[in-house]
């Protein structure tokens, strides 16, 4: 009796710590990974206790009731494969299960039960599936769950039920799908929610309001939004991060960002406003960064539309093809004073009107691929390069001169003195000069003129006279 006992005790010892061919099975970290085994069905000669099992590139087409010999399962990764369906009920015994991967299947539809039984989960990824919507109350059961991916999918419509339950969900990624009109109702479940990200659809408008005032990250990138709604933002008085870069935005007006004022990095390039308005960020007291680039239409740039930046640090206004004016007045200067990383490179600029040597907080500097007209006023420019390279704190790209024709093609950096008679004072002097010049001129030409005319007038006379005592 006692010898069929210890055959049984080893008999259940090598089936549970068999492991099926082409995986790889770790017993001193509980784990199990099986990749590209063609599996249809889940082992269920695995160790019971692990962890960890990774079955992606397989050929599952369903989630089956194998996994219940696992509930002690921390991570459970099943992308990859061809499932359609998740049963009802089916994760009842994965009451651990911290981390579930269903990416790249074929699930087109969820009940409000699929998920029923994983009240630890924290991480869902359900990217590269077939949903189209999100069936009321799908989530209802994910109580803990933090971070949710819908990515790369065909949801087209989101309504105020899609989210209910998910009290701790902190990220929502739902980017490259087909959503056209989104409404801040949808998101109103969502009081943990830090981060949100809706780019690579095709969102014309933004409805209502978008309550979660929580909300950091707000990712509107790539969409086919024609103008901005502040009302959208009223109540994101923490969001510190947001993108619009890739848009229709023609037009910003001054009150868009104004409740916005946790605001640190913001990017709306590639869009097709023409000019931005003065003092647009003036309540964005917090921003650092800000990005305008590749805007077709841009052609003007006042330096008056960053007045109240007091904390920017890094500006790129790069690679707008129609961009030939910064427009800086006396004094404006001043809102660039803690900038670090200035980038005004390929765009359509010929000179600036200010010396970029005052902003003393500059560490990179990119100026190259303008079609800079290299007069006075370019030695302030070839200063500002120079004393970038010299402290070598960035890496300065090439820039040339594109005129006066005696210069074309002139690297800056070997533009002489002579270019001007006194390159030290400010550009701004170079125009009184030009127009003390033009004043004087003036006033010669007109002496001469008087003289002239006043000689002719002389001799004329003097000959009449003449003429009478001669008679």
Known sequence: MSILVIILVLLLELVSSYCPHGCG?????L????????????????????????????????????????????????????????????????????????????????????????????????????LTNITANSFSTLGKLETLDLSGMRLSNLTNTSFCGLNSLQHLILKSNMIANLSGSAFECLESLLSLDVSNNQIKQLQGQLTTSGLISLDLSYNYLNSMTGDWFIFLADLSFLQLQGNNISFIDTSDFSALVSLESLDISENLFSTLPSGLFTNNKELQIIRISRCPNLHTVHMSTFAGCQNLQNLTIASNLNLQTIQVKEGEENFLQ?????????????????????????????????????????????????????????????????????????????????????PTKHPSMQIFRGNLALYLSTVVFTSIVFVTVFIIIFIFTFSIIRKILYF
């Open 25 to 29: 099975c770790d017993n001193v970290n």
């Open 31 to 130: 784990s199990v990974s099986c990749l590209y085994t063609d599996m249809e069905v889940m082992p269920i000669s695995l160790n019971p206790s692990i962890q960890i099992l990774i079955l992606k590139y397989n050929q599952f087409k369903t989630v089956d009731a194998s996994v219940s010999f696992y509930p002690r399962l921390l991570k459970l990764d099943l992308s990859e494969n061809i499932i359609s369906r998740v049963p009802d009920n089916i994760f009842k015994s994965q009451q651990n299960l911290r981390e579930l991967q269903l990416s790249r299947n074929r699930i087109k539809v969820l009940s409000e039960r699929s998920f029923v039984g994983l009240k630890e989960l924290q991480v869902l990824n359900m990217s590269g599936n077939s």
């Open 338 to 422: 803690y900038i670090n990383h200035l980038d005004i490179s390929n765009n359509d600029i010929r000179e600036l009107n200010f010396d970029l040597t005052n902003l003393e907080n500059l560490t990179s500097l990119q100026v190259a691929d303008n079609p800079w007209h290299c007069d006075c006023n370019a030695i302030f420019i070839r200063n500002a390069v120079k004393h970038q390279i010299v402290a070598g704190s960035s890496l300065v790209r090439k820039t040339t001169c594109a005129s006066p024709a005696n210069f074309a093609g002139v690297d800056i950096l070997d533009l002489p003195d002579t270019v001007c008679s006194s």
